[in-house]
């Protein structure tokens, strides 16, 4: 049976990360759930282009807002904004305009290549409902002005970008580059971090879930401070890819073993994340 390169990685990644907890015929309803979920992805994709904020009543009906909020509450009001992390998992574009809508001002970053319609489509889209997306390669004095303003600055930083920082920590029990900017950023601006995520639900909702925010601990040695930074957040990670297992990006080159022997000596591709939507830019901690 011919796999497409999709359905070729996914597959792989899961062998990689939960082989030793789920048998082969759980991987494939899982993968089957990831093809799912993609398609309902886009199609959510295409009803936020195809709108702006005024008609854009459905988002709230879509995705209700629990009692987690406090937690993005309680960050900011401690008046200097909030790094809100979060990872390729459910749709991400969704918890960004919900929290616009919620009266929250700020950006998101995103990956920007010259002459990529991709990612202008993502910039437009996000621009309908007051969402500002910061290129990658911005400077870093743009994200910091975001956070000095009290505004949320939102990243996804669960995937690899090998033209941005990043350390080499534990993912699934694989070691693998981990982006370094949520700990940068933290530092910088002494910003807290709220982990969010926005997954789908049976009812075919969306649950948003904000967690409790933290800080980099600035009484640690600098290395140590940031590697513990990372390593809470890719057990966040971790936990909500179990918890939702077929709502994760598996079709990404996530793990050096899925992109073959030039990268895992280092001579992988530029990016692994799709255009639009990639991880924050680094400013070195």
Request: aromatic share 6%; proline share 5%.
């Amino acid at each position: 049976m011919r796999w497409s390169r999709f359905e070729r990685t996914t597959r792989e990644n899961l062998a990689l990360a939960l082989g030793a907890e789920l048998d082969e015929r759980e991987r494939v309803r899982i993968a089957r759930g990831v093809r799912r979920h993609a398609a309902r992805q886009f199609a959510s994709w295409l009803r936020l282009a195809g709108c702006d904020a005024a008609r854009g009543g459905w988002i709230d009906e879509l995705v209700p807002v629990d009692e987690s909020i406090r937690h993005l509450d309680e960050a900011l009001a401690r008046g200097r904004g909030a790094i809100v992390a979060t990872a390729h998992l459910g749709d991400w574009e969704l918890l960004a305009a919900r929290v616009v809508r919620l009266g929250h001002r700020g950006a998101v970053v995103g990956l920007r290549r010259p002459n990529d319609p991709s990612a202008r489509w993502f910039e437009d889209l996000r621009s309908r409902h007051g969402v500002r997306t910061i290129a990658q390669s911005a400077s870093p004095r743009e994200l910091l002005t975001v956070l000095a303003s009290g505004g949320v600055l939102g990243i996804l930083c669960d995937l690899d970008a090998r033209r941005l920082d990043a350390e080499v920590l534990p993912f699934f029990g694989t070691s693998t580059r981990t982006l370094t900017a949520p700990a940068a950023l933290a530092r910088a601006a002494a910003a807290p971090i709220v982990p969010a995520r926005c997954v789908r639900t049976a009812a075919g909702t969306y649950a948003l879930r904000f967690e409790a925010g933290f800080d980099l601990d600035r009484h640690l040695p600098r290395d140590e401070a940031r590697r513990r930074v990372l390593s809470r957040l890719n057990s966040t990670y971790e936990r909500w890819i179990r918890e939702a297992p077929d709502q994760w990006a598996w079709h990404q080159k996530r793990w050096p073993e899925s992109r073959g022997p030039a990268a895992r000596e280092g001579r992988g591709d530029d990016a692994t994340e799709p255009a639009g939507k990639g991880p924050a830019l680094d400013p070195r901690s």
